[in-house]
């Protein structure tokens, strides 16, 4: 039998987590799926690090061409992350006509068109189940498990961080810098956190589902992004006494050509089934025509939760060589004509106000809602410090730019001493 020769680029917790299951499952793959998988050459940065994992050194190289052009190595699988230069080397192992596995939510979010043309020209594979949700199959079961359905919408949990940072303040109380920490002492969070906790990661993992799901291109540019930075400890405590759970959610609708997508920090109600996804889990809620709602969930990182979607991708490639299936859609950097994305869509708005403890205070508030056609469905006001009382509001569903009137209104109130947060409530 004829080994499959692989080449890897990188060694760090995804490459760990590969290169063990290629190792540790070599004789289950063999039998199993027919296949003698070997990792031939990895890339490093530094080939004299000391490593978590030891494997024999000669494998290591900092030389990207002794993977490129060496001939035997079919197989290219990148979790090197960033955009330099994994999209250079990605596009030269497609041009050498060698499939490409990857891990790399960014370089496929932005370059998509781009590496799939490059793939296509030379009739080699292109996979990226690990881009989103480690190990949650999600990108098979999207885009060959549902094709039966149109998907109207997908509500996902799909950074792990944010969700484990969301749970500790939920359940813990504590503040957002003190969960923050804890996790990067930990090693949960990456020293530099921003593109988990200002939602980016969470958004390049949007565009490639939603586009898959609604067969159209959704370029990051198109998906409106908030962060969790902005909640506190008291819009959760609040938020529970409503009956409400917060998490970062990735949210995509469609309705005939009409896409919304956002990520933003969102009010669930406890009932609802992503708001038992708890600490570093991730989860996709999703809705179609025939299917009805399902969720999938599971690990969204780690070394072999992801490792597990890339080893998956290697298999199906091996299977695959002279068919592999490219997007069905329009895969260009700019969107089709036919797609129209909406930035008014609607909502329900969890509202928190520190106001004067003065008569008339709330009856003015209510009247810039109700010029702005936001309705209430709920009010709670606590006790107060001093001259100053917390409001609390919830509306029945408004639109984004009605609230954003209603809100500018309300800040410019003499009475009105801030407005703490305004966070977004699906069912
Ligand atoms: P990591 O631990 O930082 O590992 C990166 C690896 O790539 C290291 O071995 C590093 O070499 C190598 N590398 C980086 N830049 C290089 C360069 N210019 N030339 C040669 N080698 C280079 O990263 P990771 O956590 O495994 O993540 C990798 C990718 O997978 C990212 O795109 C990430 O978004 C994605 N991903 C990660 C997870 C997860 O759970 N971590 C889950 C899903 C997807 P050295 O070891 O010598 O420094
Ligand atoms: N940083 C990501 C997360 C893991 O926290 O979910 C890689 O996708």
Redo the contacts with the bound molecule.
């Keep these: 039998m004829e080994e499959i020769k692989i080449g890897l680029?990188?060694?760090?917790?995804?490459?760990t987590g590969v290169y063990k299951i290629l190792e540790e499952n070599r004789n289950d793959i063999l039998h199993r799926e027919g296949l003698k998988l070997k990792v031939e050459k990895i890339?490093?940065?530094?080939?004299h690090?000391r490593r978590k994992m030891i494997i024999d050194s000669s494998l290591f190289t900092?030389n990207i061409k002794d993977i490129i052009d060496n001939p035997e190595i079919s197989i290219v699988a990148e979790?090197?992350?960033?955009i330099d230069?994994?999209k250079e080397y990605i596009l030269a192992a497609l041009e050498k006509k060698k499939t490409v596995v990857t891990?790399?939510?960014?370089?496929m979010a932005r370059y998509w068109s781009e590496l799939e043309k490059a793939a296509q020209k030379n009739g080699v594979g292109l996979y990226y189940e690990?881009?989103v949700a480690?190990g949650i199959p999600i990108i098979k079961v999207m885009g060959e498990s549902l094709q039966a359905n149109k998907v109207y919408e997908l509500m996902g949990i799909i950074n792990g961080t944010t969700n484990y940072i969301l749970t500790k303040m939920s359940e813990e109380g504590r503040s957002f810098e003190d969960v923050l920490s804890e996790a990067q002492r930990l090693g949960y969070a990456e020293p530099d956190p921003t593109a988990d906790i200002e939602g980016f990661?969470a958004t390049y993992k949007l565009s490639i589902l939603s586009s898959i799901a609604f067969h159209a291109r959704v370029p990051i540019e198109y998906i409106y992004r908030e962060g969790i930075t902005k909640i506190t400890a008291e819009d959760i405590a609040y938020g529970k006494e409503l009956g409400y759970v917060i998490r970062l959610l990735a949210i995509a609708k469609k309705q005939g050509f009409s896409i919304e997508t956002r990520v933003h920090p969102t009010f669930i109600p406890m009932s609802h089934p992503l708001a038992a996804v708890r600490d570093s889990y991730n989860a996709i809620f999703i809705r179609g025509d025939a299917v009805g709602s399902m969720m999938l969930y599971g690990r969204?990182?780690?070394?072999l939760?992801?490792g597990s979607a890339v080893v998956s991708d290697i298999i199906t490639a091996c299977h695959q060589s002279e068919k592999h299936r490219y997007t069905t859609f329009y895969n260009e950097a700019q969107v089709s004509e036919e797609v129209n994305f909406i930035k008014n869509w609607e909502t329900e708005f969890f509202i928190r106000l520190t106001v004067k403890d003065k008569p008339g205070v709330l009856a003015k508030i209510a009247g810039i809602f109700g010029k702005h056609e936001v309705s209430i469905a709920s009010m709670i006001q606590k006790n107060h410090n001093e001259d100053s009382v917390p409001l609390i509001f919830v509306t029945h569903h408004a639109k984004e730019l009605s609230m954003k009137k209603a809100i500018d209104d309300i800040k410019c109130q003499q009475d009105v001493i801030r407005v703490e947060n305004v966070i977004r409530v699906e069912n």
């Excluded at 979790?79 to 960033?82: K, P, V």
């Design positions: 680029l990188g060694f760090g917790n995804v490459g890339l490093v940065r530094d080939v690090k900092d979790f090197m992350g960033g230069p994994a891990a790399n939510k960014e370089v690990a881009s480690g990661d969204g990182a780690g070394d939760p992801t």
